[in-house]
């Protein structure tokens, strides 16, 4: 049996459940008739267990049969009869975005917001996020509208002050760079953080964002199971307030990018609409165990969409709209990369580019010291460390000031110095 058709088959085997199950108890309960089944939560855009999805769909005035709440009960029946369900998918493959956000509405009990939230795209379905009324107690300017743009948004939490002041003294004023030698039309940065509870946090980033200026804040609470909304948040920000740049690259703070190579990038493929680019996430499984281990509640198939890795990845100018109307229609997973240039490219209809050849977007365990041939390979790179950020800097300095050349050898072993811009190759991702 195909993966559709055992996916359908569960679905119609939970609806008879359901079904058998509810007419059992009405018969059983004649006072039914009087339970108040609370509000579902108004807010569909925080991940939640299924447990405490489940147990937040019934918040409510219950009544009470003897020892047991009515409202209790439901909630075990629908809790014992999804972890069934997400067993009997364990040995099948992702059914495609369809079926999942069928799934994840029926496991949630997500309500449409469409009488609340006007669509950005209609013909992608039912609103299930509102993701176009985040507030920004920090902000920045918009953006200008010039040719030849890239904005560079780096995920940063909260208390990583220390991290963003080493990107701030390193690839960052090579970016600057960028902007008055004329590589790039417009060369935007900004870190993107949420909220902290700690006080002496907040007005330290207050603070922070006075002095530098390069400070998005998002009014939501900022750890990991939430950065999928908080890409959705700074989606919204770029929609409202830069929707005409050409390139947005998403980074992580542990991250160093390469700016010039960037800037070739962006010369090169401008005319690339509705695309991401980046390095696969491979294997494209589910892991099970260890830190970042899935549960078969939160995701029971045995397979991903394919998709790119989030440390860095660039998103066209193009698909920033697309994207954001897939994430209103699509049912949110803590995954950031997986969800956005998986599963809401796959809704949104994006392609998705991947490094080939010998050069790409991102790179990740390479010698901590680069040499000149490896640097013209990378757009960007995993640090693991301050130090490596820092040597990151010093070397790609002495590259671009000719202190260090590339030499390739040939056939006959002579020595040539490479000083041409390096080239981008990709081949494109077919989604599973």
Same mark, same amino acid.
């Given at each position: 049996?195909? *993966?559709?058709?055992?996916?359908?088959?569960?679905?119609?085997?939970f =609806?008879?459940?359901?079904?058998v199950?509810?007419?059992?108890?009405?018969?059983?309960?004649?006072d039914?008739?009087s339970?108040?089944i !609370?509000r579902?939560?108004?807010?569909?855009? %925080?991940?939640?267990?299924?447990?405490e999805?489940?147990? #937040?769909?019934?918040?409510?005035?219950?009544?009470s049969?003897?020892?047991?709440?009515?409202?209790q009960?439901?909630?075990t029946?629908?809790?014992?009869?999804?972890?069934?369900m997400?067993?009997? /998918?364990?040995?099948?493959?992702?059914?495609?975005v369809?079926n999942?956000?069928?799934?994840?509405v029926?496991?949630?009990?997500?309500l449409?917001?469409t009488?609340?939230?006007?669509?950005?795209?209609? %013909?992608?379905?039912?609103?299930?996020?509102?993701? &176009?009324?985040?507030?920004? $107690?920090?902000?920045?300017?918009?953006?200008?509208?010039?040719?030849?743009?890239?904005?560079v948004?780096?995920?940063?939490?909260?208390?990583?002050?220390?991290?963003?002041?080493?990107?701030?003294?390193?690839?960052?004023k090579?970016?600057?760079?960028?902007?008055?030698?004329?590589? &790039? !039309?417009?060369?935007?940065?900004?870190?993107?953080? !949420?909220?902290?509870?700690? *006080? &002496?946090?907040?007005k330290?980033?207050?603070?922070?964002?006075? +002095?530098?200026?390069?400070? @998005?804040?998002?009014?939501?609470?900022?750890?990991?199971?939430?950065?999928?909304?908080?890409?959705?948040?700074?989606?919204?920000?770029?929609?409202?307030?830069?929707?005409?740049?050409?390139?947005?690259?998403?980074?992580?703070?542990d991250?160093?990018?390469?700016?010039?190579n960037? =800037?070739q990038?962006?010369?090169?493929?401008?005319?690339?609409?509705?695309?991401?680019? !980046?390095? $696969?996430?491979?294997?494209?499984t589910?892991?099970?165990?260890?830190?970042?281990?899935?549960t078969?509640?939160?995701?029971?198939?045995?397979?991903?969409?394919?998709?790119?890795?989030?440390?860095?990845?660039?998103?066209?100018?193009?698909?920033?709209?697309?994207?954001?109307? =897939?994430?209103?229609?699509t049912?949110m997973?803590? /995954?950031?990369?997986?969800?956005? +240039?998986?599963?809401?490219?796959?809704?949104?209809?994006v392609?998705?580019?991947?490094s080939?050849?010998?050069?790409?977007?991102?790179?990740?365990?390479l010698?901590?010291?680069?040499d $000149?041939?490896?640097?013209?390979?990378h757009?960007a790179?995993l640090?693991?460390?301050?130090?490596?950020?820092?040597?990151?800097?010093?070397t790609?300095?002495?590259?671009?000031?000719?202190?260090?050349?590339?030499?390739r050898?040939d056939?006959?072993?002579?020595? #040539?110095?490479?000083? %041409?811009? $390096?080239?981008?190759?990709f081949? @494109?991702?077919?989604?599973?």
């Amino acid at each position: 049996m195909d *993966t559709k058709s055992c996916f359908g088959s569960a679905v119609l085997l939970f =609806a008879t459940a359901a079904c058998v199950i509810y007419i059992v108890y009405f018969i059983q309960q004649a006072d039914i008739t009087s339970l108040q089944i !609370g509000r579902l939560p108004k807010t569909n855009c %925080e991940n939640k267990p299924l447990e405490e999805a489940s147990n #937040t769909s019934f918040q409510s005035k219950q009544t009470s049969e003897g020892n047991v709440s009515v409202g209790q009960l439901n909630v075990t029946i629908k809790r014992d009869f999804f972890n069934y369900m997400a067993a009997s /998918l364990r040995n099948t493959e992702y059914p495609g975005v369809e079926n999942y956000t069928q799934y994840m509405v029926a496991r949630d009990g997500l309500l449409p917001l469409t009488n609340k939230v006007k669509p950005l795209k209609p %013909e992608f379905g039912t609103v299930l996020n509102d993701v &176009l009324s985040f507030r920004y $107690p920090i902000n920045i300017d918009p953006c200008q509208d010039v040719n030849q743009s890239v904005f560079v948004a780096t995920l940063s939490a909260p208390r990583n002050f220390f991290k963003r002041d080493i990107i701030r003294q390193t690839w960052r004023k090579h970016l600057k760079a960028a902007n008055e030698d004329g590589l &790039l !039309g417009m060369a935007r940065s900004s870190f993107l953080v !949420g909220m902290s509870n700690d *006080t &002496l946090i907040q007005k330290q980033i207050q603070e922070e964002s006075e +002095t530098y200026g390069d400070i @998005i804040q998002v009014d939501m609470p900022d750890f990991y199971e939430n950065l999928s909304l908080k890409m959705a948040a700074f989606l919204n920000w770029l929609y409202v307030n830069c929707a005409n740049v050409d390139f947005v690259l998403k980074v992580d703070d542990d991250v160093y990018v390469n700016v010039r190579n960037l =800037a070739q990038f962006v010369q090169s493929y401008r005319q690339f609409n509705h695309s991401i680019f !980046g390095v $696969p996430s491979v294997p494209f499984t589910p892991d099970r165990d260890g830190k970042w281990k899935v549960t078969y509640q939160e995701w029971p198939w045995n397979t991903y969409p394919s998709y790119l890795g989030g440390p860095a990845y660039l998103l066209h100018g193009s698909a920033i709209r697309p994207l954001l109307a =897939a994430c209103q229609t699509t049912p949110m997973v803590s /995954l950031e990369d997986l969800y956005w +240039t998986g599963i809401c490219a796959e809704k949104a209809d994006v392609n998705i580019y991947f490094s080939s050849n010998s050069t790409t977007v991102f790179g990740q365990h390479l010698p901590t010291v680069l040499d $000149p041939c490896d640097q013209r390979r990378h757009i960007a790179w995993l640090t693991e460390s301050v130090d490596h950020m820092n040597i990151s800097h010093v070397t790609t300095d002495e590259y671009y000031y000719n202190h260090a050349q590339c030499v390739r050898s040939d056939s006959n072993g002579r020595g #040539t110095i490479t000083n %041409e811009p $390096p080239n981008f190759y990709f081949d @494109i991702l077919f989604k599973t």
